[in-house]
């Protein structure tokens, strides 16, 4: 069943500006991941966060974990056009799948 | 990361036929499979788990009849829809996991249109 939601839905920014998704899930969690979506076309992975780190960065890409409010956030800064798609927040099911949040969709305008 | 692609990208079939899909890992062998579905603006809903050589487990309200799983190489992974009609047409993603890695590593997708 899918657990993640993410807000917003959706999310128009100018390029440069930085750009914060967020989140939420349901039980308890061993990881959570995000993964980025181009309109068609299959998910790249952008980062991890295990349930015992607050903070993870990778390049522009800042993922927040708070697990006692059962959230986490994605802030891409300095955002490009480049960086328009849909973006999913995942967490672990049993058996190793993955439950996706419906994601935000955002769109960088230059 | 590992590669894994899928066969065809895209298919458009006529209703009542059916249509094959192949997920294939080319750099690790994936002894566990994954075939999610995506419906338009929508998120990924997993639709089974195929571990190699064993029957898959299908997720509540998958027919397991229509939507038929097979893993027979460690490599390789088909989902076949039989008799597919129009409300089957969505997109079609797999994903490859090792045993040595909880990681899933994701196909491009096949996006399938049922006239």
């Known amino acids: 069943s899918q657990q993640g939601e993410e807000d917003p839905q959706a999310l128009s920014i100018q390029e440069g500006e930085n750009a914060t998704m967020n989140c939420s899930y349901k039980t308890s969690i061993n990881n959570l991941q995000w993964y980025r979506q181009n309109s068609g076309r299959g998910l790249v992975h952008l980062i991890l966060i295990r349930s015992n780190e607050r903070e993870k960065h990778s390049g522009r890409l800042r993922v927040t974990l708070d697990t006692s409010k059962k959230s986490s956030s994605l802030l891409i800064t300095a955002s490009r056009a480049a960086d328009t798609a849909s973006y999913f927040c995942?967490?672990?099911?049993?058996?190793?799948?993955?439950?996706f949040g419906k994601g935000t969709s955002l769109l960088v305008t230059p | 990361g590992a590669v894994v692609s899928q066969h065809p990208s895209w298919v458009i079939c006529k209703s009542g036929t059916s249509v094959k899909i192949e997920c294939r890992s080319l750099?690790?062998?994936?002894?566990?499979m994954f075939w999610y579905r995506q419906f338009p603006k929508q998120s990924l809903m997993l639709m089974a788990t195929?571990?190699?050589?064993?029957?898959?487990?299908?997720e509540q309200g998958v027919e397991k009849d229509k939507f038929l799983i097979n893993h027979a190489s460690l490599t390789l992974s088909t989902l076949t829809v039989t008799s597919a009609h129009p409300e089957d047409s969505s997109f079609y993603i797999c994903s490859g996991q090792s045993s040595d890695s909880y990681e899933q590593f994701f196909g491009p997708g096949t996006r399938l249109t049922v006239l």
């Open positions: 195929s571990n190699e050589g064993s029957k898959a487990t299908y």
């Open positions: 750099d690790f062998q994936a002894t566990t």
């Open positions: 995942a967490t672990d099911a049993p058996g190793y799948a993955l439950n």
